[in-house]
C-alpha cells in the first residue's frame, strides 16, 4: 500500500537517520575532505615552486635583454662624471668628455643618462663573479653618469682593447635614457680615429644615433689618453 504524504516524509526523514546510511555519509564526506586536502598540498606546491622559479628567473641576465636592463642597477644619485675602471685596473688610463646637445644640435641637453661598458685591455668582457643582469654579459668594466645642466658628461676608463679576433675596431658601447619618460637607445660605438680599423668603410656602415662616435685620443707620454664626443640626440 502506497503510504500517505506524511507518511512518505517519516519514511525519508527515517531513512536520513539510517545508522547504515549515516555511515556512508559521514564516509563520504571524509573521502571529500582528504581529496580536498591533496588537491590543496599539490597546489600548494606547484605555487612554492613556481614562485621559487620567478624569483630566481631574472629577465635582465640575457645577451640580448631589453634595453631597460642597461639602466636596472645604476645607483639612484648620478654624477656627470661616469668612472668605469678601477685604479687597479690594467691598461692606459682613459678619459672622454663631451656635451650632449638636444634635436637642434645646440641646446644642452640636461639629465640624460648615459650607460656604456666595454672590453678590458685584453678584448674581453671581463667579469669580477658579482654582476647582476645584464651586465653578467657586458662585464665589470660598465657604468653611468647623467648630463649636468650644461649638458656636459665625462667617462673616466682604461682604453679598450679590440676583441682578440681583430675584426672590429676597439670600441665602447653607449645607451641613452633621455629625461621625457621615452625608450632608451644605443648610440653609436665610441671608437678611436687611430684605430685603423676605423676607415671610410666602417664610418659608413654606421646607422646608429649620435653621430658616428669617433673620438680623437691624444695623450702625452705616460699619461691619460683624453678625447672628445658631443653627441646630439
Ligand atoms: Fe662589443
Redesign the pocket.
Known amino acids: 500500500m502506497k503510504p500517505a504524504g506524511s507518511e512518505l516524509h517519516r519514511h525519508k526523514v527515517a531513512d536520513h537517520f539510517n545508522p547504515r546510511h549515516q555511515w556512508l555519509l559521514i564516509s563520504s564526506i571524509l573521502i571529500i575532505m582528504l581529496i580536498a586536502s591533496c588537491e590543496n598540498s599539490s597546489t600548494l606546491k606547484n605555487s612554492d615552486a613556481n614562485l621559487i622559479s620567478l624569483n630566481q628567473f631574472d629577465p635582465c641576465d640575457n645577451p640580448d635583454a631589453e634595453i631597460t636592463c642597461c639602466f636596472a642597477n645604476m645607483a639612484d644619485t648620478l654624477s656627470n662624471v661616469m668612472n668605469i675602471a678601477k685604479p687597479n685596473e690594467p691598461g692606459e688610463p682613459l678619459l672622454i668628455r663631451g656635451i650632449v646637445f638636444q634635436t637642434d644640435g645646440k641646446t644642452p641637453y640636461a639629465d640624460v643618462i648615459i650607460y656604456a661598458y666595454?672590453?678590458d685591455h685584453t678584448g674581453h668582457?671581463a667579469k669580477k663573479g658579482n654582476e647582476m643582469g645584464i651586465q653578467k654579459w657586458h662585464g665589470h668594466l660598465h657604468g653611468w653618469c647623467k648630463t649636468d645642466r650644461n649638458g656636459q658628461y665625462e667617462i673616466h676608463s682604461i682604453r679598450p682593447s679590440p676583441?682578440p679576433d681583430n675584426t672590429?675596431p676597439a670600441?665602447i658601447?653607449a645607451a641613452v635614457r633621455e629625461p621625457d619618460g621615452t625608450e632608451p637607445y644605443y648610440i653609436t660605438?665610441f671608437v678611436f680615429k687611430d684605430d685603423s680599423l676605423v676607415d671610410e668603410n666602417y664610418i659608413a656602415s654606421l646607422m646608429g644615433a649620435g653621430g658616428t662616435g669617433v673620438v680623437n685620443l691624444t695623450k702625452k707620454a705616460n699619461e691619460t689618453w683624453i678625447g672628445q664626443r658631443d653627441i646630439v640626440l
Do not use: E, L
Open positions: 666595454h672590453t668582457y676583441y672590429i670600441h658601447h660605438d
